[in-house]
């Protein structure tokens, strides 16, 4: 085979490299991938160690070239804005120009929508290094009044550390400055598979009236109690096992849950918890003698 800028041309008896296919080839690949990848590479700035080696740079122009012909295999594009929209009124930019993570995002930012992906725009910004572009689109005509609660995310791109070294704990979120006399209420959106209970609190997070709380701050501890492992199965019939039973266990073979697989599709699901189990059926009952399961 032929490899130019990271592409592989492959060579056989069917399908002959001339001559001049290696000048065409060099000028495709460099005019639509390498020529921009050297230049990036050509403006880069090394603060560690000083400037790389003619290796290190061949390799990163390298690993260039294939992120750039993986992008276009996916049809992923970048695009400027047109010049009406680049103003200081309308949005605000936040990153470096260079950066190899991009983000233009149309937001109003009197919408649920926005409290929500502002945080990961933040996080993108302080963890990457990516640029963040922001354009405002607000609706022109607003009846009501859009936001009724306050959303904070618990992440923490950057990790922390404590004076000895030690990783700081920052799965918290704080709200500040909120409404004393009026009747709120906490609620966990964490994801469809996972079961956030609250731990410990002293009062009920479904009625909160901070007039009426005696402590400085109303702290409460949520724990994630257990994920929810759902899938679908089926016989060799393509037909749902109903009635089938199923069993997570542990290294040990010790059960951690059961189930009965649904006539509805096959569904089933259990409750684990994170680490390495393993499916099967459990080792005393008819589901052992009458099915296997297909591991692979």
């Given at each position: 085979?032929?490899?130019?800028?990271?592409?592989?041309?492959?060579?056989?008896?069917?399908?002959?490299?001339?001559?001049?296919?290696?000048?065409?080839?060099?000028?495709?690949?460099?005019?639509?991938?390498?020529?921009?990848?050297?230049?990036?590479?050509?403006?880069?700035?090394?603060?560690?160690?000083?400037?790389?080696?003619?290796?290190?740079?061949?390799?990163?122009?390298?690993?260039?070239?294939?992120?750039?012909?993986?992008?276009?295999?996916?049809?992923?594009?970048?695009?400027?804005?047109?010049?009406?929209?680049?103003?200081?009124?309308?949005?605000?930019?936040?990153?470096?120009?260079?950066a190899m993570i991009q983000?233009?995002?149309?937001?109003?930012?009197?919408?649920?929508?926005?409290?929500?992906?502002?945080?990961?725009?933040?996080?993108?910004?302080?963890?990457?290094?990516?640029?963040?572009?922001?354009?405002?689109?607000?609706?022109a005509v607003i009846n009501?009044?859009?936001?009724?609660?306050?959303?904070?995310?618990?992440?923490?791109?950057?990790?922390?550390?404590?004076?000895?070294?030690?990783?700081?704990?920052?799965?918290?979120?704080?709200?500040?400055?909120?409404?004393?006399?009026?009747?709120?209420?906490?609620?966990?959106?964490?994801?469809?598979?996972?079961?956030?209970?609250?731990?410990?609190?002293?009062?009920?997070?479904?009625?909160?009236?901070?007039?009426?709380?005696?402590?400085?701050?109303?702290?409460?501890?949520?724990?994630?109690?257990?994920?929810?492992?759902?899938?679908?199965?089926?016989?060799?019939?393509?037909?749902?096992?109903?009635?089938?039973?199923?069993?997570?266990?542990?290294?040990?073979?010790?059960?951690?849950?059961?189930?009965?697989?649904?006539?509805?599709?096959?569904?089933?699901?259990?409750?684990?918890?994170?680490?390495?189990?393993?499916?099967?059926?459990?080792?005393?009952?008819?589901?052992?003698?009458?099915?296997?399961?297909?591991?692979?």
């Open positions: 085979g032929v490899c130019t800028a990271g592409r592989v041309f492959e060579v056989t008896s069917r399908h002959r490299f001339l001559r001049g296919d290696f000048g065409l080839a060099h000028g495709v690949e460099w005019a639509a991938r390498a020529k921009h990848v050297a230049e990036v590479v050509g403006k880069a700035k090394f603060t560690k160690g000083g400037k790389p080696s003619a290796s290190a740079l061949s390799d990163a122009a390298l690993k260039g070239c294939v992120v750039v012909a993986s992008q276009a295999k996916l049809g992923v594009q970048r695009q400027e804005l047109p010049p009406k929209w680049k103003t200081q009124l309308s949005g605000f930019t936040v990153g470096d120009e260079e983000v233009t995002a149309f937001l109003d930012p009197l919408s649920p929508a926005t409290q929500r992906v502002a945080p990961l725009l933040m996080a993108l910004a302080d963890g990457f290094g990516a640029k963040i572009q922001v354009m405002l689109n607000p609706k009501d009044v859009p936001i009724k609660g306050y959303f904070r995310y618990v992440l923490s791109p950057v990790p922390s550390f404590d004076d000895k070294g030690t990783l700081q704990a920052s799965h918290k979120a704080t709200f500040n400055n909120l409404p004393t006399s009026k009747l709120l209420t906490m609620n966990i959106h964490s994801p469809d598979a996972w079961f956030v209970e609250a731990s410990r609190c002293a009062y009920d997070m479904d009625n909160i009236m901070l007039d009426q709380v005696s402590e400085p701050a109303l702290t409460a501890h949520y724990t994630l109690d257990h994920l929810l492992l759902t899938g679908h199965a089926s016989d060799e019939h393509r037909s749902p096992p109903a009635g089938l039973q199923l069993a997570l266990t542990g290294a040990d073979s010790s059960p951690i849950s059961d189930t009965l697989v649904m006539s509805n599709l096959g569904y089933f699901q259990l409750k684990a918890r994170p680490g390495v189990w393993t499916l099967d059926t459990p080792p005393a009952g008819r589901s052992r003698d009458l099915y296997e399961v297909n591991k692979g």
